[in-house]
């Protein structure tokens, strides 16, 4: 189970959890006193002290938004509150009536420096009315920074699907009490700005799914060789660049012995072993701890004879790129040890075909479907990467670096994440491990980087996590 902050709730576990607070005696009104005052305290860092204004709706998100202003005129803020519409909840209300600031009618000429949003949170499945869209959209075109309280107005929480065409973006979203799958979903997330959580004391929610998270790493221990620490052995094929890239990866990533098995691609370099022989004998090595398979493999028959060779090896894998195309449930039948697929949109699409899925649902469910009919972890990769185990776990990462767009940087994540699976990590582990590992290499690799220097940041990201 993971740890409170790093929990994924929908909008029904949500209520859950809060329901359990309540059933232990903290009263709706004080959760949303908990929720307005933390959350005050980052609205009160963004305006530096100039004037906010506050748009509110009628539900408990609004009521957040009267404890926010009471809390920022406290403080001596130039802050005003527009309502969209009257509270309608007994904690809305009572956090109206004991505001004593300034209050606009909608068609007020109100500007500043922060809107924040507390029109409608977590559990909206429905379009934002006319009305209450064109009040939005002006106000946020009339204020400098805007911050959404929750979720931005408009956002289905599970599915990170705008409910509304033209919403605005925001700088800074604060979840509130938990995150939220639409907080790390596209299309959704990419208008949400920074995202910090704002804690009210929820408890870890048995089932949740969880953030993938910065992992704990340690150094070898001290009468440690390179068996010992992991040898992953990547297969190349008819395009040995990519494979060439997933092992340099892997080599930062942990794995104290790296292979390449098939032709030597040029640019080879001398701490990395080639081996040419048949691959069903250079896999006859017992101490290869995993494999990984699909980078620059093709498509032929050669690909699919040396993909079958992989699968006829009962040892942990990663399946990436041209793999995944010819992939199917046949070839899986007789593998029983751990697998980990890689696949961006397009492949998504494709193994849902092989393994007669309908695709039905969004990202998150269509992974999680995927992981139970093929018994392998997914990692749905993108700008809103996900991992789905074949038990019901979730995992949702962070954005990335929009630099990540670029070819090669999925050959660099399927050999981040094998080398943690040579290395003994459990293969969901594993998946987290290398998933953060990549977005963080890509980080410290800044602006326009190829995916031989994303590669050569996995070392340092690695580095970065031992403790």
Not at 17 to 42: D, F, N, P, T, Y
Not at 147 to 165: F, R
Not at 392 to 411: F, N, P, Q
């Amino acid at each position: 189970m993971p740890a409170a902050r790093d929990q994924v709730l929908t909008a029904a576990q949500m209520r859950a959890a809060e329901q359990v607070l309540i059933a232990g005696g903290i009263s709706v009104i004080e959760l949303m006193q908990r929720a307005g005052h933390g959350a005050a305290e980052w609205v009160w860092r963004v305006s530096g002290g100039r004037s906010v204004t506050v748009l509110t709706g009628p539900g408990n998100n609004g009521g957040d938004g009267w404890v926010i202003a009471e809390a920022l005129r406290q403080r001596g803020v130039d802050v005003a509150v527009i309502p969209a519409a009257e509270p309608a909840t007994d904690a809305a209300r009572d956090a109206r009536a004991r505001y004593g600031g300034i209050v606009l009618s909608p068609d007020a000429d109100r500007d500043g420096e922060v809107l924040v949003d507390c029109l409608f949170g977590t559990g909206l499945t429905r379009a934002l009315g006319g009305d209450h869209l064109a009040l939005l959209n002006r106000l946020a075109a009339s204020h400098h920074k805007r911050i959404a309280i929750d979720l931005p107005s408009g956002v289905e929480s599970d599915l990170g699907q705008p409910l509304n065409p033209g919403l605005p973006g925001y700088n800074l979203t604060l979840a509130l009490g938990a995150w939220k799958p639409g907080h790390f979903l596209m299309p959704a997330a990419a208008q949400m700005g920074v995202l910090r959580l704002v804690d009210i004391g929820i408890e870890p929610y048995p089932g949740a799914a969880q953030v993938v998270t910065r992992p704990q790493l340690s150094a070898p221990a001290v009468d440690a060789h390179k068996y010992t620490r992991g040898l992953l052995g990547v297969v190349a094929g008819a395009m040995p660049g990519a494979a060439l890239l997933s092992a340099k990866a892997a080599q930062g990533a942990g794995a104290g012995y790296v292979k390449l098995f098939g032709a030597a691609p040029a640019g080879v370099p001398a701490d990395l072993v080639v081996e040419s022989e048949p691959l069903a004998e250079a896999l006859s090595d017992h101490r290869i701890g995993a494999l990984l398979v699909g980078p620059g493999l093709g498509r032929g028959g050669d690909a699919l004879e040396r993909l079958n060779v992989v699968l006829s090896e009962q040892r942990p894998a990663v399946l990436d790129a041209d793999a995944l195309v010819l992939l199917g449930p046949r070839l899986l039948a007789d593998h029983k040890a751990a697998l980990i697929a890689t696949p961006h949109d397009g492949e998504l699409f494709a193994l849902e075909r092989a393994f007669d899925l309908d695709g039905a649902g969004g990202k998150a469910e269509r992974a999680l479907a995927l992981a139970a009919a093929s018994g392998m972890i997914v990692v749905a990769k993108g700008p809103d990467s996900l991992i789905a185990a074949p038990d019901g776990r979730l995992a949702y990462a962070a954005r990335g670096s929009s630099w990540l767009s670029t070819a090669g940087t999925g050959d660099v994540l399927a050999g981040t994440i094998a080398s943690g699976l040579a290395c003994g990590e459990e293969a969901f582990v594993a998946a987290c491990q290398g998933l953060w590992l990549h977005s963080e290499a890509a980080r410290l690799a800044g602006a326009a980087f190829s995916a031989a220097e994303l590669a050569a940041q996995v070392r340092h990201a690695f580095a970065a996590c031992i403790g």
